[in-house]
């Protein structure tokens, strides 16, 4: 095979973050857990105080080899990024991502169908520290040149949007942002990099809740921030000033599920896609909500941009309230209730996205289902959802 073969994703996540240093020739980085790290004198931890810390042992909390594999291959899979900072959280990783870039007095822009405790982050914290949030409807595109205002400093997206799962024209905002000087964000959880690589299209903070597919198996907290040269300073400096360090214990488990989550994720996409297919067709059903199809509002962004999907969507009920949408979901056998995703288990929430939005206003026929299609047999779960929507349809009678 030729050197000059770009390396494939399938391959990077697997390879990336494993340097021999690191391993010790050990397949896995092992878990470094310390506080404290020792020096031989005096004048060695003075001279080690002041040199850069990145990827060198000096205290806990600027992490260890077990941490800096994660970050190192995290931002292996972002071409064109400087480097990754890991978070005990998704929000945690949110929250430092935006104080790196604001400050009192600053304005940002927040798409409608963020995130809830995205919106809660600027519309508690942001605000009491002086800085204002506009929300913008998530398919404004390029004429989000028309909202950058004088104290406008960063420009937040999520694509797709929480439980409605807009896709946004990232690029023309991007442009946008770059040619007012303006600082963009996107949260990339849903996508990953392995399905839109948010720095090679001009993202300066791309984040990622890698409690979902990064970790996949629903039993870690974790986030990460992946930043563009341009960006990487402040983020870490900000990082170290808030005290933000994930565990060694979490950061080796996010890198043990990061060497499979390819195949996960081509799993979780291919389930995904064929039951949202499915429920296109069920009289029961009014609309899907799967990026992956012309239904779903900025799906030709998602054509253009995106190399494949996820696990999660949403569906639209034909009528019914509130009592027929917990008939359905209550008593499914292969979906469990409760909150995340991209683990290995498929889930069903109710969605009311009406009670999270002030720039754009949601209307649809029937309340909403959102579904993380997890890995069981799709079949299996197509079953367990025809006798929902039967359970559904009996408590509209």
Wanted: aromatic residues 8%; proline residues 6%; charged residues 20%.
């Amino acid at each position: 095979m030729s050197k000059d073969r770009p390396i494939a994703d399938a391959t990077r996540v697997v390879s990336a973050g494993r340097r021999a240093e690191w391993t010790q020739g050990i397949v896995n980085p092992p878990v470094w857990r310390a506080s404290t790290h020792l020096y031989g004198s005096v004048a060695e931890l003075r001279a080690n105080g002041a040199r850069d810390t990145h990827h060198r042992l000096f205290y806990g909390r600027r992490g260890s080899p077990t941490q800096w594999s994660l970050a190192e291959a995290l931002t292996e899979l972002e071409p064109g990024a400087e480097a990754t900072f890991l978070y005990p959280s998704g929000v945690a990783a949110i929250a430092a991502a935006l104080l790196s870039v604001l400050s009192p007095g600053d304005e940002l822009l927040v798409p409608d169908t963020a995130y809830d405790p995205t919106r809660a982050l600027a519309t508690g914290l942001l605000k009491r520290f002086g800085i204002a949030t506009r929300f913008y409807d998530p398919l404004i595109g390029a004429g989000i040149a028309d909202l950058i205002g004088e104290q406008t400093r960063a420009i937040f997206m999520e694509s797709p949007g929480s439980l409605t799962f807009e896709v946004q024209d990232v690029p023309a905002i991007v442009a946008a942002a770059k040619a007012r000087g303006v600082t963009t964000l996107l949260d990339n959880t849903w996508a990953t990099p392995l399905r839109f690589r948010a720095i090679e299209k001009g993202v300066d903070l791309t984040i990622l809740a890698c409690t979902k597919y990064v970790v996949g198996h629903s039993d870690v907290m974790l986030g990460s921030v992946t930043a563009a040269p341009s960006h990487w300073r402040k983020l870490r400096e900000v990082s170290f000033q808030l005290g933000q360090v994930a565990s060694p214990d979490d950061a080796w488990l996010g890198s043990r599920g990061l060497r499979t989550m390819a195949v996960r994720l081509a799993q979780h996409e291919a389930s995904a896609l064929k039951i949202a297919r499915w429920l296109e067709t069920r009289p029961e059903v009014d609309r899907v909500l799967h990026p992956a199809l012309p239904s779903c509002p900025g799906h030709e962004h998602f054509v253009r941009d995106f190399t494949g999907g996820s696990g999660l969507f949403s569906f639209v009920l034909k009528g019914g309230d509130e009592a027929a949408r917990a008939a359905l979901i209550d008593g499914l056998d292969h979906f469990g209730i409760g909150y995340s995703w991209g683990g290995f288990e498929s889930l069903a929430i109710p969605a009311d996205p009406q009670h999270h939005r002030s720039a754009t206003k949601p209307a649809f026929a029937g309340p909403l289902v959102r579904l993380q299609i997890g890995l069981e047999d799709a079949d299996d779960l197509i079953a367990d959802l025809a006798q929902g929507l039967g359970r559904f349809s009996d408590a509209l009678e």
